[in-house]
């Protein structure tokens, strides 16, 4: 059975803090195309295992891929302990420099430090729970595709019956076509030729 190369495909899954939405959308093409958005400081780590899980279920398409983590609380991006690390490190170093900059640049600075010491790498549950939503979305988008793809051998046979009606049409009916030109043409002479014709007919 033929695969229609467009669809939709979407999940969600719910956790204690978060809920993880997928959607993706497939478009035609005649190589595979994968375009993903999402988290950055998330993709940055599973970008690549993403893509290889949708070439594991797709050989060619466009593909649109939208993850979305939604938290029920407000996720506190910054550890605590290395706020106040980097604040005493941004300090120090402007006391050395000889410079006094204000209490809103020395809070710029210090996020920017704080967020350089997070970790280096996704939490593994997170990581896990987020490849399987991408793979329960992919397994939509392969039923949808597959949905339309017996829609449209079903539209082909209606066509192809069709068709196969009015050939029979014009089989049965091509002798009384035939005559009917003849005698179409046969008057056009008259008209043109007027008793000629008739003498020579």
Excluded at 5 to 10: A, D, S, V
Excluded at 78 to 99: F, P
Excluded at 101 to 123: H, V, Y
Excluded at 174 to 200: F, H, M, P, T
Aim: net charge negative.
């Amino acid at each position: 059975m033929p695969y229609s190369m467009t669809g939709f495909g979407y999940t969600v899954k719910s956790y204690g803090d978060y809920d993880i939405e997928v959607r993706i959308k497939s478009l035609n093409n005649r190589g595979i195309d994968i375009s993903i958005k999402g988290p950055r400081e998330i993709l940055f780590f599973i970008d690549l295992e993403l893509r290889n899980l949708i070439k594991r279920y797709f050989e060619r398409g466009s593909f649109q891929v939208y993850i979305n983590i939604k938290y029920h609380q407000p996720k506190l991006l910054l550890d605590v302990e290395n706020l106040k690390v980097a604040l005493k490190s941004v300090k120090d170093l402007m006391e050395q420099l000889g410079l006094s900059p204000s209490d809103d640049k020395i809070f710029e600075l210090t996020t920017g430090l704080a967020s350089e010491t997070e970790g280096e790498a996704i939490d593994p549950e997170l990581k896990e729970r987020i490849i399987t939503a991408v793979e329960e979305a992919c397994k939509n988008l392969k039923a949808e595709r597959k949905k339309e793809g017996e829609k449209l051998i079903e539209d082909i046979k209606e066509r192809l019956k069709i068709i196969e009606q009015n050939l029979r049409k014009i089989e049965e009916e091509k002798d009384l076509i035939i005559q009917k030109a003849k005698e179409k043409v046969q008057e056009r002479l008259k008209e043109l030729l007027g008793e000629e014709y008739s003498e020579r007919a």
